[in-house]
T-cell receptor, first 112, second 115 residues
């Protein structure tokens, strides 16, 4: 079982639709990162959250620490939202350092 | 300035070449990271530098050699690479080396092809 699981793996939507991407994790400390990567591009941090809900523009991220689950919502989706969305959780290594453990990503395609 | 820069953007090298990747940030961040990313896969952590000291090496082959000359600069020296090392190499930085409290800022990456 993967330590960080995302669903769905692929998602196609029509412009204007409401999008939800889910992330569940079995390891990690009580925080979670949502990242966005456009084709061929670098990665942008969208949210880092440890409780409740955060909103930035049309993006909303929620987290339930007890259930180890987070969702990323996109309202009024647009073709420019087409990207891979990755969730990641911090994890303490055996040596006591921290690193991020990544999900496999959700590829979102928004058609006009 | 919230930017992490990486040079070069693209690099093609032979298996006998020696080359270096460079990463720079001027945000005063004390943690810097190298990741390797293959197509359609999430990033894989290679190295973490914390306060200019190597704190994590994810069992990376010695043909990859990281260096942190100062708090703003991170290099990755490459020697005798294999074709399977072809990938996107991403650099990132964070204020401190804790993913619980600090987000990571990623550079645009260097697309490396080993021939």
């Amino acid at each position: 079982k993967n330590e960080v699981e995302q669903s769905p793996q692929n998602l196609t939507a029509q412009e204007g639709e409401f999008i939800t991407i889910n992330c569940s994790y079995s390891v990690g400390i009580s925080a979670l990162h949502w990242l966005q990567q456009h084709p061929g591009g670098g990665i942008v941090s969208l949210f880092m959250l440890s409780s409740g809900k955060k909103k930035h523009g049309r993006l909303i991220a929620t987290i339930n620490i007890q259930e180890k689950h987070s969702s990323l919502h996109i309202t009024a989706s647009h073709p420019r939202d087409s990207a891979v969305y990755i969730c990641a959780v911090p994890h303490i290594t055996q040596g006591g350092s921290e690193k991020l453990v990544f999900g496999k990503g959700t590829k979102l395609t928004v058609n006009p | 300035d919230t930017e992490v820069t990486q040079t070069p953007k693209h690099l093609v090298m032979g298996m006998t070449n020696k080359k270096s990747l460079k990463c720079e940030q001027h945000m005063g961040h004390r943690a810097m990271y190298w990741y390797k990313q293959k197509a359609k896969k999430p990033p894989e952590l290679m190295f973490v530098y914390s306060y200019e000291k190597l704190s994590i090496n994810e069992s990376v082959p010695s043909r990859f050699s990281p260096e942190c000359p100062n708090s703003s600069l991170l290099n990755l020296h490459l020697h005798a690479l294999q074709p399977e090392d072809s990938a996107l190499y991403l650099c990132a930085s964070s204020q401190y080396p804790s993913g619980r409290y600090y987000e990571q800022y990623f550079g645009p990456g260097t697309r490396l092809t080993v021939t």
